[in-house]
């Protein structure tokens, strides 16, 4: 732990700075051990506070050596500044000055991940949200910006490629094989922005022209070895920056945009001014390399680092409570990116899938926060699916509240009037209601309230008055610090559907569709003229993120699923009707019960596979069952071998019953022709697998050899993985053998491939017949490195997150095994295990032994040195 305790600190005692920093100057002489900072920076005072005298101007830095500090020139003597663990204070005396630092920093030895460190041959950064802090003494807050000149030197043979922010400015050889770049940053921007890399590395390259006519220069740099992996993520590129001018009207500034990738990285990417830093995970695909899935995320995350350019570096955020504004916006501007460029209902039923299983679960857990938090100890650990999916579900409530073309109207305001500034979420709330002419004063406690709101929704048919009512309640359960809760403002799409399953006018204009603006505790709303008793869809397209509950038969989640003209609810009606027989299940098997599947979702299931009209990827969400971790959700107190044991049920009973129609889907989709990574062909492959996963589970050989020609036969990654986790997940006995012999091919083949290795760490990690013990195993082979995230998320991550029965073995093994594997990390990688420790933080929602048990892991962790990010995880949760 830094300091004894670590503290909170809070929205409410946000200050602006005392000091602005005009122009940072940095200069990097990267060498064997250690690196050389020389900062130059111009100060002026902040005019706009009240100051009795000049204040002292408090730098943070950490991890660092300082060398020597001179203000206008004046070296400072030790007696003139003062210093600590985590700051360098100095006196200025005249209202603008100069700075000059020299430091000295270890990147080799930051294992952190955060600052500047080394990565296989090459030196990177990652600086938000304070890693600058660990570069040099700086005013390390993002509403400090200002114009970046950036130096870097380094041997020439070992660092050919030398890159920051902005545009290449000079390039110089040097004595000893060393060598110069300088890069200059027009845009102000905070420090969390900046990025530098340094290594041998190269490039594929493209250019862009911008609506404006100007051409850019497109540059993505990788390990020699990886050139040929490039091509996906530079066609993403290049659609985001023509789906940015269309649909925002935003334009990219600088005359070249270039992407890195790296192989030890905390998170997805990082949208550093006109120098994106990927996790290599996040940008190189090749259809041999890469599944479909990959595919799909390289293109939203390149477009949602892209998209920040604008929404997060062009205007961002005032401070770290602040975060949402970029990242929320930024997730909806890259979901819709992905909407148009795919299936846009199957995206929404993706988007929704995650919110509702992991969202509402963290809302609804021991660290549940608004998505503008109010107070925080660690800032990394607010990079959550509250801040980033919850909060894009805010936006898209305001788009869907103003329209689309007013939503358009309140982003040119908002771009247009903060420009250059570093905003709050409530700014960009008021562009919003300025360029709309709406009040948004009770939707602003979306930003304010943690916690899943609830719909409970009754109704009533007159058949006298030919009237139906609808009545809807909304409340929100108390989540840490916040007992009560203010009203929301909750937009609630709704139609009627009659007998025949026909849409039915909700007004007199004929409308089959609308919004109603849910705002009072409770609310009736009337629809007159309606001629039999009809059957509500609710909460269609998901237009609100609140748990709903209507009390519908299963006929009537049947009825929907056929005939809802929302294909969002189709779905969710489908999910429905699973989670109900599947709970009833549980249920049954806790009082050891004969288990029987309801017919209904035999049949419903037979109709989806059945429906040539419907798109081939919705056909596979609808045959999707509901997770374990969502259906761990519906009960009150977790049990999780039941849930276990009646989904595999489910899922063999309807591979049972539907096997010869599986079989035919199978058949008519497992066809061999060129992998293009397109949606139509997405959707194929993705139901093709998804019948293979239902025919694995049958205790027979014909998935088992389906799975075992396709892994053969497999012309892409895709196809190849699917069959091999098919294989291993397989109920037959004669799976094992063909499983192992598959996986050890696999690895041969893939050993020198860091992200295909990583599927296949993941893939046996998160396999139900797979224990503890086999990850061990796993963590003992020689592609494992016990330091990268990749790594670790691929086996500890995938196995206590997603192979719940093992991970939750009565013994407690698991919770074991997962605290010694955070106190670990925690010394090296605080964010990572932060990021790690989360399946133990739910501990309350277990039966009386495992809570105990995890209790006593976490009590354990709380024993040792902490970094702050793991003692706030940790105490919040024993709190
Ligand atoms: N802004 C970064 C996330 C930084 C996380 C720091 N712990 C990536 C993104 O959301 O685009
Ligand atoms: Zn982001």
Redesign the pocket.
């Known amino acids: 732990m830094k300091d004894a305790q670590p503290r909170a600190i809070y929205l409410k005692d946000y200050q602006q700075p005392d000091y602005w920093i005009e122009t940072t100057h940095l200069v990097f002489d990267l060498g064997d051990e250690s690196t050389r900072v020389t900062s130059t920076l111009k100060f002026h005072l902040n005019t706009s506070k009240k100051h009795d005298q000049l204040p002292p101007l408090e730098l943070v830095g950490t991890d660092m050596e300082l060398i020597s500090v001179a203000i206008d020139g004046q070296v400072q003597t030790k007696e003139q500044y003062q210093i600590s663990k985590e700051r360098l204070i100095l006196q200025p005396v005249f209202e603008q000055f100069e700075t000059v630092i020299v430091n000295d920093i270890k990147p080799q030895e930051n294992t952190s991940l955060e600052g500047l460190y080394s990565s296989s041959s090459m030196f990177c950064t990652q600086c938000?949200?304070e890693g600058f802090r660990k570069i040099t003494y700086y005013l390390d807050r993002p509403d400090v910006m200002s114009v970046f000149t950036t130096t870097v030197i380094a041997d020439k043979e070992r660092f050919p490629v030398l890159l920051s922010n902005g545009n290449a400015i000079e390039r110089k050889d040097l004595d000893n094989g060393r060598h110069l770049v300088t890069w200059n940053d027009p845009f102000k921007k905070p420090a969390y922005l900046f990025a530098l890399v340094a290594g041998k590395l190269e490039f594929v390259e493209d250019t862009f022209t911008t609506m404006s006519g100007r051409e850019v220069t497109l540059r993505i740099f990788v390990e020699p070895h990886n050139i040929t992996k490039c091509d996906h993520a530079m066609v993403s590129l290049k659609k985001s920056m023509r789906w940015d001018e269309e649909v925002y009207g935003r334009e990219y500034d600088l005359d070249i945009f270039m992407i890195v990738a790296v192989d030890d990285f905390?998170?997805?990417?990082?949208?550093n001014k006109g120098l994106n830093i990927f996790n290599s995970s996040c940008v190189l695909a090749r259809p041999d390399t890469a599944t479909d899935a990959t595919f799909q995320r390289i293109e939203a995350i390149v477009a949602?680092?892209y998209f920040?350019n604008w929404s997060g570096n062009r205007v961002t955020c005032r401070d770290w409570f602040q975060l949402s504004l970029k990242?929320g916006f930024?997730v909806f501007r890259d979901a819709e990116f992905s909407a148009d460029m795919n299936s846009r209902t199957v995206k929404r039923v993706e988007d929704v899938n995650l919110l509702r299983s992991h969202q509402f679960v963290e809302d609804a857990g021991p660290m549940a926060h608004p998505i503008r938090p109010d107070s925080f100890i660690e800032i990394?650990n607010f990079?959550t699916l509250t801040v980033y999916e919850k909060g894009a579900e805010v936006v898209r409530m305001i788009h869907n509240i103003v329209g689309k073309e007013g939503f358009r109207k309140g982003t040119d305001l908002y771009f247009e009037r903060h420009d250059g500034q570093a905003v709050t979420c409530d700014d960009f709330v008021k562009a919003m209601e300025d360029a709309n002419g709406v009040d948004l004063t009770l939707f602003r406690n979306w930003y304010s309230q943690a916690g899943t709101p609830v719909l409970d929704v009754t109704d009533e048919y007159d058949e006298d008055a030919q009237e139906y009512r609808l009545t809807v309640k909304q409340s929100c359960p108390a989540t840490p610090g916040q007992e009560t809760k203010k009203l929301f403002h909750i937009p609630l799409e709704m139609g009627l559907l009659d007998g025949e399953g026909e849409p039915m006018p909700l007004d007199k204009s004929g409308l089959t569709t609308k919004v109603l603006d849910i705002k009072q505790p409770e609310e009736t709303f009337v629809f007159t003229g309606v001629d039999e008793r009809p059957l509500p869809s609710l909460l269609r397209g998901f237009s609100a993120p609140v748990h709903l509950n209507y009390d519908y038969s299963r006929e009537d989640l049947v009825f929907l699923m056929s005939y809802d003209e929302d294909g969002f609810n189709r779905w969710d009606s489908c999910q429905r009707l699973a989670i109900d027989i599947i709970m009833e299940l549980v249920g049954k098997v806790q009082k050891g019960e004969e288990l029987v599947l309801d017919s209904s979702l035999i049949e419903a299931f037979g109709k989806v596979l059945a429906d040539d009209s419907l798109d081939k990827a919705m056909v596979a969400e609808l045959l999707h069952l509901p997770s374990e971790t969502y259906l761990a959700e519906q009960m009150e107190v977790i049990d999780i071998d039941a849930i276990h044991q009646a989904r595999q049920f489910v899922k063999q009973s309807l591979a049972a019953a539907l096997k010869d129609q599986l079989v035919a889907v199978y058949n008519e989709l497992n066809i061999d022709k060129p992998y293009k990574p397109e949606a139509d062909d997405i959707a194929e492959r993705t139901l093709k697998n998804t019948c293979l996963g239902y025919l694995v589970e049958l205790d027979e050989e014909t998935g088992v050899q389906l799975a075992q020609a396709q892994y053969a036969g497999a012309g892409n990654m895709t196809d190849s993985m699917a069959a091999m986790s098919c294989l291993a997940s397989a109920e037959h006995a004669s799976s094992r053998p063909l499983a192992e012999k598959a996986l050890q091919e696999f690895a041969d083949k893939w050993a020198e491939d860091t992200n295909v290795i990583d599927m296949w760490f993941s893939t046996q990690a998160a396999c139900h017949h797979n224990g503890l013990e086999k990850v061990k195993e796993l963590m003992q082979h020689k592609a494992f490195d016990k330091k990268n995230p990749n790594k670790m998320r691929s086996l500890v991550g995938a196995f206590c997150g997603r192979n719940l029965v093992n991970f939750h073995d009565k013994s407690g093994s698991g919770y074991e095994f997962l605290a010694d594997e955070v106190i670990r990390i925690d010394a090296l990688n605080p964010?990572l295990a932060a990021r790690l420790i989360n399946p133990l933080t739910r501990w309350k929602r277990y039966d009386e032994e495992r809570r105990e048990l995890m209790q006593k892991v976490l009590k354990r962790i709380q024993q040792h040195e902490l970094s702050s990010d793991i003692f706030e995880v940790v105490s919040k949760s024993l709190a």
């Open positions: 938000e949200a905390n998170m997805g990417a990082m949208e949602h680092e920040h990242e930024t990394n990079y964010q």
